[in-house]
């Protein structure tokens, strides 16, 4: 069994920053690439960064130059960082991972819970 459990969200104003984390618990073998998605009310989910074990990233193009992705590989740990906040930001993010079990199980998309970031403006 492996989870994942974001932290992070909240509300904040047009121009702020916040740091979202997701963590990989359970029966881990490896975890390969991990990801940031958000879905706004009304909205499909969309992938806002992505990063692969080695650390290679890409970012959708409306996160460009504000959010910033990485992970802690010891810790099982990928982080979002995001300045610059806009109102359009505003949106449940959920974590995924490609995640290799001790029983050498791959599930490929292990979603976490979501986690609310609201920018008001």
């Known amino acids: 069994q492996v989870q994942l459990v974001e932290s992070g969200g909240g509300l904040v104003q047009a121009g702020g920053s916040l740091r979202l984390s997701c963590a990989a618990s359970?029966?881990?073998?490896?975890?390969?690439?991990m990801g940031w998605y958000r879905q706004a009310p009304g909205k499909q989910r969309e992938l806002v960064a992505a990063?692969?074990?080695?650390?290679?990233?890409n970012y959708a193009d409306s996160v460009k130059g504000r959010f910033t992705i990485s992970r802690d590989n010891a810790k099982l740990t990928v982080y979002l960082q995001m300045n610059n906040l806009k109102p359009e930001d505003t949106a449940v993010y959920y974590c995924?991972?490609?995640?290799?079990?001790?029983?050498?199980?791959?599930?490929?998309?292990?979603w976490g819970q979501g986690t609310l970031v609201t920018v008001s403006s």
């Open positions: 359970g029966t881990i073998f490896r975890v390969n690439d």
């Open positions: 990063i692969t074990s080695g650390g290679s990233t």
């Open positions: 995924k991972a490609d995640i290799l079990t001790r029983v050498l199980v791959r599930n490929p998309e292990v």
